[in-house]
């Protein structure tokens, strides 16, 4: 057959063949034929797709991934032959049928599927599989570790790396707070971070506001090396591929399989080469762990598995009732953390930080046991950690190095409180929307910023949040779905009136 | 932006984004977004794919489908905006989570399949989910219901449509024996049927070797209308675009939920009319149902179902424990169907072509209760049956019109018995293995023969089957896959000796 290229990148291996042909060939859309190269006997399997129109009888079209693997131009003759199914099928159809799977079953599944050989189909078929099925603790086990042997890893040569990682809070950039006290005692923390997806703003948007962070596996080895630490976006680092295409799928379908979380977690940790990681889960009504149970159940499993790979884990389970620091937007949560930095500002946020920062310092020994808080909280006063930001900022290409540097949306709505009250609840939620209608996370200077917490008491007038929006429609389109969904509620003494 | 095109059918709707526009919209690979044509103002909403080969920045990918949708022009400017999720994907979510779906949330879903509107994803997701959490029987009954709303349907001045479907067996073509017999009637058996998946050869398949089978709506409904019956291939008429779809993810995962099959099955009879169908189940170790109580359950949900969609339904279970008719192949199959209606043979293919026509007969009143097997075999042995598929064949441009005329493949080997003994048991797995090893069923001609039955006296020497090759390198394979794995075992008397 003659090759007909196609210069588009199909993110599996494909193969278009024409109607008759594939009647020919005895093969369906979905099977899989061996494609060989006459000219120099470069071989591919590819997932046949069949077509009336983009290729005629006799032609076969081929995408980059292919293309490339065969070395092949325009026009080459190819030969194809149906082949037999991939053994990952048969493992695919097995959880399926709500068996277990063995080591040697999923890392022939997660080595496919980082390969590009399974087809969208097959490996959603996996997906939902471990999603409806659930996997056990020796499946997570296998599941994180093949993860690990199919990604790629950045090496140091000496020091301790450590990490921590939040599984789905809200708002809060406790990593800008944490990675620069924890490198100001000479531990390593190269964070990737992620993008916001559902949130008013990721760590890696809030950061990007201050300096670059599509960063390569050198870049991020380097500034580790000689400044401890760096927050960077996992996306540009192609450092778990399989996962990447395993949340490609969860992502449209919004499903978070709990064994696939903690193997995606860890593998990315070991990926960087961290031995001592805290996992923050955070419960609450509006964040991803509604219950305690739960989350207790995930940071047991999170221990586990961290041991099993060379991982010594903390899990600690915190209030995720409340927004962690009062600021949703990239702009607004990166000036938040820069005044934290800054002394201006010890609040939750900063609490945190210290918390975690201390756990982490007693885990590997800086600290004595029950003093880590402590000497997290001196690193974070005394400005050190100020300090190894700036310098943090710096490496990365630098932008902004202050908070008042920071830009901040001039669009701006201030809601105040209608009468005097204590506050009951707030719902971060919709916190988040309003600040997403404002503009964010796609615009970087647009979001919220928040006056008022649980508990505190309030006066007839005062400014209980701010909307920051990109332009004037945003604006109002922010302002009139935050009358129609108060994201406050006040605590009421007469429950209920008989008349 | 501006469009690229690409001329090609992806078989949904799809854009591709640059990586950098893909951020500053928020959006990721699988998320959609609304697409409006600058110059007509015409929508379309696309599911996102992201790149950073395909398209520059400022530019979106389209293909024929959305470039149908928005009658776009390569250079053209389009308004992109992310929308919100379907609402099918909250059902499915549903689904996944084990809880039953409604006809409303049901016949969303298939809408949107049918009409593209669901990602490889998404639709997938669907699928394993009515796989691993099964439909019941409301649940099957609004697949059904909505299959049939989707579809299209052929419909006919007057007469009674009456159908037969087979559900999984192996080989032997009784649809070529039942649709004359029953059209020689004056009753309409409008027929569409597959080609081969797994099997040496379907009825589509052996029907084109005598007569044209690729025939559109239209000629279907003539040639009914004219002759009384037709067998024709049903992928080649659009009539259930979204099962169409369905089966093509179902086929690469090998899965086939039991409740889409009766819903797949009774959606296809009712968009050709029929109002009386008979469904063959043959049980058997080597056919797709093993076990006498699955069968049972299917057969009374086809009735149910059935019934719930205007439809008088047969389910019969039959023996699937050895093959129907002895012919395996495209050409040999359809030569022995010939055979049977020209009086040359009668055996179990012809016994289970009267008995399943007879049972057609005895449901719309041809024939008294009881006496539908006799009437068939009247029709079939008086002749009338085999006028009646010469004038199918003549109608579908035929090609060949007697048993003696059809080809067979040239290379030829004979296996004999090599020892006196009775035949205990046929794998008929094993058989069609054979047959597709000699090139069944791409290659017509092809295919293999069998001389004995189970239970039949053989003496050493006796024919048991003949490999027909398209050429001889086929044979050879054929023949060593034959030697290794016989297909054939005998009844012993001494069943163990003790030494």
Redesign the interface.
């Known amino acids: 057959m003659k090759v007909k290229t ?4 199909a ?1 599996k291996l494909v193969a ?1 063949l024409h109607k008759i042909d594939a ?4 093969v ?4 899989r034929v061996e494609i060989v190269n006459k000219n120099n006997q470069k071989t591919c399997v590819a ?1 046949v ?1 069949i ?4 290729v005629v009888v006799d032609q076969v ?1 081929l995408f ?1 991934e292919v293309i490339e693997k065969l070395k092949v131009k325009n026009g080459n003759k190819v030969n194809i032959t149906p082949t037999g ?1 991939l053994k990952s ?1 048969d493992y ?2 097995k959880k ?1 049928n ?1 068996e277990s799977l063995t080591f040697e079953e999923i890392s022939t599944i997660v080595k496919d599927i980082s390969e590009d050989r399974l ?4 490996a ?2 996996f ?3 471990i ?3 659930g996997m056990d603790i020796d499946e997570t086990i296998s599941m994180t570790k093949s993860l690990i042997n199919e990604g790629n890893k950045i090496e140091f040569k000496k020091g301790i790396v450590v990490d921590k990682h939040s599984v789905g809070g809200v708002n809060g950039r406790a990593t800008m707070i944490i990675t620069p006290i924890i490198a100001s005692t000479g531990l390593l923390m190269p964070k990737t971070s992620s ?3 559902t949130s008013a703003a990721g760590t890696a948007d809030s950061m990007e506001v201050l300096a670059e962070v599509c960063l390569n596996v050198d870049k991020i080895k380097k500034i580790t090396e000689n400044v401890g630490g760096v927050i960077a976006w996992g996306g540009a680092v192609d450092l778990a591929p399989a996962d990447d295409k395993i949340i ?2 969860e ?5 978070d399989p709990e064994g696939q979380v903690i193997a995606s977690v860890l593998a990315k940790k070991a990926s960087v080469g961290s031995k001592y990681v805290v996992i923050d889960l955070p419960v609450g009504k509006y964040v991803k762990i509604k219950d305690k149970d739960t989350a207790i159940r995930m940071a047991k499993k999170f221990v586990q598995v961290g041991k099993e790979v060379g991982m010594k884990i903390e899990a600690v389970i915190t209030n995720g009732e409340e927004p962690c620091g009062m600021a949703f937007g990239s702009a607004l949560e990166a000036k938040y953390a820069l005044e934290v930095l800054e002394g201006k500002r010890f609040d939750n946020l900063a609490q945190k930080s210290c918390e975690l920062s201390g756990a982490l310092l007693e885990m590997v020994g800086k600290a004595q046991h029950g003093k880590g808080f402590e000497m997290a909280r001196e690193i974070l006063e005394s400005g050190k950690a100020l300090e190894k930001f700036k310098e943090m900022i710096k490496a990365q290409g630098g932008k902004i190095y202050s908070s008042d540097k920071v830009p901040t949306a001039p669009y701006t709505k201030e809601f105040k409180a209608g009468a005097d009250g204590v506050i009951d609840e707030l719902n971060t939620k919709l916190l988040t929307k309003i600040a997403r209608i404002a503009g964010s ?2 615009n970087k200077t647009a979001g919220l910023m928040l006056y008022k917490l649980v508990g505190e008491k309030v006066k007839e007038g005062d400014l209980l949040f701010t909307i920051h929006a990109e332009n004037k429609e945003k604006l109002i389109a922010a302002e009139k779905f935050a009358y129609k969904n108060l994201p406050f509620s006040f605590k009421r003494i007469i429950l209920h009136t008989i008349r």
Do not use: C
């Not at 196609?6 to 990148?9: A, E, K, V, W």
């Not at 087809?119 to 097959?122: A, N, P, V």
């Open positions: 196609f210069p588009i990148n993110g278009i009647e020919e060939l005895g369906m859309a979905g099977d997932v797709d077509t009336n129109y983009a079209g980059e199914q099928l695919i159809k399926m709500g087809s969208d189909i097959e959603t078929a997906i939902s599989a999603y409806m099925r993008r916001s997806i490609k799928i992502h449209p379908l919004s499903i996370p796609s």
